[in-house]
């Protein structure tokens, strides 16, 4: 009897963790202050979906959390800036725009705009089991990798 409440535990293990639930951030202007982060949140292991959210942060005028939809729990999230200091959010094959400055703005996006995506900065994606923000490289585009 007292080893069926020592195993049990032990076996209900391995379920709790194949959930996810974790985030990175991209340090705009390396500030801890100005920031993108990316949550993702899986509620049920049996759920192959993962909840996407970016946090748009500026510090102290304003921080909110806007929803990205569902992905995967390898789905790599894309940053782009364009000239007039926004930011191109590209999740999958979804666009978002979103802004620093008040941190309200974000709308999906039908489509590329016209005048292009802007600068690319980086990607978030899994790398060796967590979630990261990589830097783009001078000699490096997104489909490099």
Not at 12 to 39: F, K
Not at 85 to 105: H, L, R, V, W, Y
Not at 126 to 143: H, T
Request: some cysteine.
């Amino acid at each position: 009897m007292r080893l069926r409440h020592l195993l049990l535990p032990l076996l209900a293990a391995p379920l709790l963790t194949a959930c996810v639930n974790d985030g990175a951030t991209y340090e705009i202007d390396n500030t801890r202050e100005h920031v993108l982060s990316l949550i993702r949140e899986q509620p049920y292991f049996w759920d192959s979906k993962v909840e996407l959210y970016m946090v748009v942060s500026r510090m102290p005028a304003c921080m909110r959390r806007h929803s990205l939809g569902t992905g995967t729990e390898k789905t790599r999230v894309e940053v782009y800036q364009v000239p007039s200091g926004a930011f191109i959010i590209k999740a999958g094959k979804k666009m978002f725009a979103t802004e620093t400055q008040t941190c309200e703005n974000f709308a999906k996006m039908d489509g590329e705009p016209p005048e292009g995506m802007g600068q690319f900065v980086g990607t978030f994606r899994v790398k060796k089991g967590e979630l990261v923000f990589v830097k783009e490289e001078k000699d490096e585009s997104p489909a490099e990798e």
